[in-house]
């Protein structure tokens, strides 16, 4: 089982090639990885925040269609996001949310002590008082499943870079895999180079880091290679969860590759250069088929296929 834990929320998609048309979708970092990893094929538990409210339903609606059991604490609002699109299909965000999972400590601790596989990351790892209790999970899951993070830094929300960078790099160093985005790293860290912090990360104790370019396309490092690629040609809908979709095609990848749970960090910590080559184009694929579709969409098994499937090489 894989258990997530982060804010859920409703993106309100404002597009300016469709004037005057909004839509709401559900979104936020942690529920889209959750809802991407399902529809790889495994079972999913989400630790979050929703209230019984009409986003809130919205959510509720998404999660239980796509087959992902949540556990739900807190008691404020479902949050929000007003999403603006440029013309190339970025976003920008301004937010309305808190994050606070209380009430929901007992059965958020059974989940991730029966999980083989943690996830976390974006607001629910530096926005308090939930932050401090995504922290207690995620060291209480460690004994025996392997653990991923992705800041998907919000600077809106964290505001100061440097509180932020110590809660990011808390993270980093009890996690086994570790995703970000090129513009993550270049406003946790102005003064280097996104390559440079990503090899800071791994010294900091994962063992695989990856970094997404938008149409650079990914790099993957660890101490035994580093493989790197151009993003998969599309026609760019929009780039809402594109590397939410990364994330949950890389988790989904390291369980074909025997590499998640306590018992596979050996495997993890050996991967070859073909396979991380493998890895790279499965999840490059993945972001890819998100990016040709509206809002955070992630593809099915049917439609990504099995990492066996992906190029292999020497890296």
């Not at 460690?142 to 960078?165: E, L, Y």
């Not at 990856?210 to 490092?221: H, N």
Request: proline share 7%; charged share 15%; glycine share 12%.
């Amino acid at each position: 089982m894989i258990t997530v834990i982060g804010e859920s929320l409703v993106d309100i998609i404002s597009d300016p090639r469709e004037v005057g048309r909004t839509q709401g979708h559900p979104g936020g970092s942690p529920l889209n990885v959750a809802i991407g990893v399902a529809r790889l094929g495994l079972a999913t538990t989400l630790v979050t925040h929703y209230a019984d409210d009409p986003h809130g339903l919205l959510i509720a609606d998404h999660l239980g269609g796509n087959n992902v059991e949540a556990i739900v604490g807190g008691s404020l609002p479902t949050s929000s996001a007003a999403a603006s699109l440029d013309g190339n299909g970025a976003a920008e965000y301004t937010f309305s949310i808190g994050w606070d999972i209380s009430g929901a400590s007992i059965p958020a601790l059974a989940a991730v002590e029966s999980s083989l596989h943690v996830h976390t990351g974006s607001i629910a790892a530096v926005l308090a008082p939930g932050n401090q209790t995504v922290r207690r999970l995620v060291d209480a899951a460690r004994p025996h499943a392997t653990v991923s993070f992705d800041p998907n830094c919000r600077p809106a929300i964290s505001g100061d870079a440097d509180a932020a960078r110590q809660d990011i790099e808390g993270f980093v160093s009890v996690s086994d895999i570790v995703k970000a985005s090129d513009e993550d790293l270049r406003w946790l860290y102005p003064d280097r180079t996104p390559d440079e912090s990503l090899a800071a990360w791994l010294d900091l104790g994962p063992a695989l880091v990856a970094l997404t370019r938008g149409a650079d396309g990914p790099v993957i490092l660890t101490r035994q290679g580093r493989v790197e690629m151009p993003a998969e040609p599309v026609t760019v809908a929009d780039t809402v969860g594109a590397g939410d979709s990364f994330m949950a095609a890389l988790v989904s990848g390291l369980g074909q590759l025997g590499a998640l749970g306590g018992d596979g960090r050996t495997r993890l910590h050996r991967l070859s250069p073909g396979e991380l080559q493998a890895l790279a184009a499965y999840a490059n694929r993945a972001a890819a088929i998100t990016c040709s579709r509206p809002g955070a969409n992630p593809p099915t098994t049917a439609e990504l296929g099995s990492l066996a499937g992906m190029p292999a090489g020497t890296g």
